[in-house]
């Protein structure tokens, strides 16, 4: 059974920085596609970043570009999202997920891709 920890969320003023950790536990880690996505109130599950399993490609929305960075530390089973110049518009439900497929460039985008889910952590940003 895969399990998913996301910590680190919190809140924080607009301009600021987080970093959210997402621990994996049952599955061979350096063999996942993982994501982050996030959930606004009322809106559905967005992507937000993901890391091919060797850390070497990276996805980023169009909305994070430049502000977020997502890594992975296959030693630890840990991936990151370093999130930078944070926004009230990023305040949301951040989850971690996690595939060992190999998704295309266009599925790695899309929640149909993974397989595997953390609870979420709260990120609230004030302005």
């Known amino acids: 059974q895969v399990q998913l920890v996301e910590s680190g969320g919190g809140l924080v003023q607009a301009g600021g920085s987080l970093r959210l950790s997402c621990a994996a536990s049952?599955?061979?880690?350096?063999?996942?596609?993982m994501g982050w996505f996030r959930r606004a109130p009322g809106n559905e599950r967005k992507f937000v970043a993901a890391?091919?399993?060797?850390?070497?490609?990276?996805y980023y929305s169009d909305s994070v570009k430049g502000r977020f960075t997502i890594s992975r530390d296959n030693a630890r089973n840990t991936v990151y999202l370093q999130m930078d110049s944070l926004k009230p518009e990023d305040a949301a439900i951040y989850y971690c997920?996690?595939?060992?497929?190999?998704?295309?460039?266009?599925?790695?985008?899309?929640?149909?891709?993974?397989?595997?889910w953390g609870q979420g952590t709260q990120v609230t940003v004030s302005s």
């Open positions: 890391v091919r399993r060797s850390g070497g490609s990276t």
């Open positions: 049952g599955c061979t880690f350096s063999n996942c596609t």
């Open positions: 997920a996690a595939t060992a497929a190999y998704p295309s460039a266009v599925q790695i985008l899309t929640t149909t891709a993974y397989n595997y």
